[in-house]
């Protein structure tokens, strides 16, 4: 079974400083991974995705995530903060690769504050 | 391009009372359909999926149902709403199976009193 492990439920970051956050996966076959973003009362809104290729792959609003195979880890990353980053953020990993319901299992979250 | 749409956006219901959330999707056919739930300070469980019409699968057993009347159309039910049913209900959905990523509806707050 996949699972998704997010360290640390709530992370404070200054303005202007790095967004660091941690995701670590379990799988038995190559993942697909996503990052998701929800504000608050909003539906969730993707951020970035793995399935095949370069590693370290862009999202929008300056986000960037590095898929580490050795580490089973995808770190998600902005090297500047920034007000409306204040959110709450999910990382994913689809069930299998050969999963027909296209099923994704979601870590914890991890919310975001920023402080001016 | 395609939009998927949730309604009522909020709900406040008392407890025994039936429960109809609604979603629809535009722009795309044959779509994977998903019903989740976000109970306060907790993550997203998956209650319900869908890959084509009158074909749902639970995912855990609970006081819900799921029906898909149309290609497009997903909806959740009960017939008796509990104090636990509580919560932020977001339906999704996906192109296929193989591209893996879900597209987020705006969600429904359900407060049951």
């Known amino acids: 079974a996949q699972s998704v492990t997010q360290l640390g439920s709530h992370v404070s970051v200054s303005e202007g400083a790095l967004v660091l956050l941690r995701c670590n996966y379990s799988s038995s076959v190559p993942p697909y991974l996503f990052w998701y973003v929800q504000y608050p009362n909003q539906g969730l809104q993707l951020l970035l995705k793995y399935t095949t290729g370069a590693t370290l792959v862009k999202g929008i609003n300056g986000f960037e995530a590095e898929f580490k195979k050795s580490e089973t880890s995808f770190h998600l990353t902005k090297p500047s903060a920034h007000m409306s980053d204040a959110a709450e953020y999910f990382c994913a990993v689809r069930s299998s690769a050969t999963d027909s319901w296209g099923k994704l299992q979601f870590g914890a979250g991890t919310q975001v504050v920023v402080t001016p | 391009s395609q939009t998927i749409h949730q309604w009522p956006a909020t709900l406040v219901q008392p407890v025994g009372s039936p429960l109809s959330l609604e979603c629809t999707v535009e722009?795309?056919?044959?779509?994977?359909l998903y019903w989740y739930r976000q109970a306060a300070g907790r993550g997203l469980q998956l209650l319900f999926y869908s890959v084509g019409i009158g074909q749902i699968s639970s995912e855990v057993p609970q006081n819900l149902s799921a029906s898909r009347p149309q290609d497009r159309q997903f909806i959740l039910s009960s017939k008796k709403l509990l104090l636990s049913d509580s919560g932020f209900y977001l339906c999704a959905w996906s192109f296929s199976a193989a591209s893996g990523e879900q597209f987020f509806g705006p969600g429904t707050r359900l407060t049951v009193l």
């Open positions: 722009g795309t056919s044959n779509p994977n």
